[in-house]
């Protein structure tokens, strides 16, 4: 059984702010990782995917991977409202399947 | 636009009654997944699909069928439901298994 963990929070952020999230898997195989946002009722929506060690920027989100820890965080500077949601982790296994972690609810206070 | 759609959105229905979940996508995506999602186990895979004719099981794959006749279709069957089926399901496609567009959703229940 693949396992992806996270924190399912809540994490609590004052606007303005870096958040910083966190998923742990266990299958040292997994080569795609990706992270994404699900506002409550929608689905999910990629962020970022990254696939080697290493920090990856995109506008205000970085993501983190350390395939020797089997690590990947999510870093939001300048936290909104509007980055309230839940995110979740996803890393692929063998044969391309799938698999998320239950994710970390993420609140920006005004 | 660039869509994955799913139908119906909303489902009620009895045990044992079959029913089927329509899955479109209009992006020539080679890869197809389906996907139920409960509280407190996040997101689990139940089938997916590499190509037309190629399907293989995720993590759930018990009590429901797919098929892929033609690449922008992947429909999920329930051929006798039940109740512990009752939960979210999401289609979702992407080019090569990497990044996933998902589409909006069904919710589903089973009395």
Known sequence: QKEVEQNSGPLSVPEGAIASLNC?????????????????????????????NGDKEDGRFTAQLNKASQYV???IRDSQPSDSATYLCAVTGTGNQFYFGTGTSLTVIP | EAQVTQNPR??????????????????????????????????????????????????????????????????????????NQTSLYFCASSLQGNEQFFGPGTRLTVL
Request: aromatic share 14%; with cysteine.
């Open chain 1, 24 to 52: 742990t898997y266990s299958d040292r195989g997994s080569q795609s990782f990706f992270w994404y946002r699900q506002y409550s009722g929608k689905s999910p929506e990629l962020i970022m995917s990254i696939y080697s």
């Open chain 1, 73 to 75: 965080s999510l870093l």
């Open chain 2, 10 to 83: 909303y489902l009620i229905t009895v045990t044992g009654k079959k029913l089927t979940v329509t899955c479109s996508q209009n992006m020539n995506h080679e890869y197809m997944s389906w996907y139920r999602q409960d509280p407190g186990l996040g997101l689990r895979q139940i089938y997916y699909s590499m190509n037309v004719e190629v399907t293989d099981k995720g993590d759930v794959p018990e009590g429901y069928k797919v098929s892929r006749k033609e690449k922008r279709n992947f429909p999920l069957i329930l051929e006798s439901p039940s109740p």
